[in-house]
């Protein structure tokens, strides 16, 4: 079946400091893969996507490069903020299931 | 436009009671999922309705958890009876079509705690 492993947290980062949050997955054919972001007190929201292999999301500031060699799309932004601590899951839908499949989450924080 | 409305937004039961979770998904989206997300995990896909048909619930506990789409728009979760595993916050999302590119999207989420 489909499966998704992100690194654990928390991860803390001073302000300003360069951020990757690994993400490696497994699922049969092409899936496509997704980064969904949690700030506190709010609802789910997606970050940022990608649907074909060598395909790069990206959006404020976050980047994510779909490698289909090392099964990968890890997480990056150049100089965090405060505002970018929340939790971050990674998530894929592929191998004939329409559903989400979700990492466990990476908890980001940011200091000032 | 508006988001996904989920209500209640807490519930708490004492174990073996029911209970039941509303969501009314975007205008316009055919597809309708409800996920379970347990504290320090990532959400797990439990339902998912093409209009109003179900087209995957491998992963929902039949024994003790249903759900129904009418007339394809709204749609209800229930639990009867709750167990303590059941506390979780349960999440319902919607997207315009049913394609592994589209961009599901999420309401807030019912958090439900058993006692």
């Known amino acids: 079946g489909n499966s998704v492993t992100q690194m654990e947290g928390p991860v803390t980062l001073s302000e300003e400091a360069f951020l990757t949050i690994n993400c490696t997955y497994t699922?049969?054919?092409?899936?496509?893969l997704f980064w969904y972001v949690q700030y506190p007190g709010e609802g789910l929201q997606l970050l940022l996507k990608?649907?074909?292999?060598?395909d790069k999301g990206s959006n404020k500031g976050f980047e994510a490069t779909y490698r289909k060699e090392t099964t990968s799309f890890h997480l990056e932004k150049g100089s965090v903020q405060v505002s970018d601590s929340a939790v971050y899951f990674c998530?894929?839908?592929?191998?004939?299931?329409?559903?989400?499949?979700f990492g466990k989450g990476t908890h980001l924080i940011i200091q000032p | 436009e508006a988001g996904v409305a989920q209500s209640p937004r807490y519930k708490i039961i004492e174990k073996r009671q029911s209970v039941a979770f509303w969501c009314n998904p975007i205008?316009?989206?055919?597809?309708l999922y409800w996920y379970q997300q347990i504290l320090g995990q990532g959400p797990k896909l439990l339902i998912q309705?093409?209009?109003?048909?179900?087209?995957?619930d491998s992963q929902l506990p039949k024994d003790r958890f249903s759900a129904e789409r009418l007339k394809g728009v709204d749609s209800t979760l229930k639990i009867q009876p709750a167990k303590l595993e059941d506390s979780a916050v349960y999440l319902c999302?919607?997207?315009?079509?049913?394609?592994?590119?589209?961009?599901?999207?999420f309401g807030p989420g019912t958090r439900l705690l058993v006692l």
């Open positions: 999302a919607s997207s315009l079509v049913r394609t592994a590119q589209e961009t599901q999207y």
């Open positions: 699922a049969t054919g092409y899936p496509s």
């Open positions: 990608a649907t074909k292999a060598d």
């Open positions: 998530a894929l839908i592929g191998g004939g299931a329409d559903g989400l499949t």
């Open positions: 205008s316009g989206h055919a597809t």
């Open positions: 309705f093409q209009n109003n048909g179900v087209v995957d």
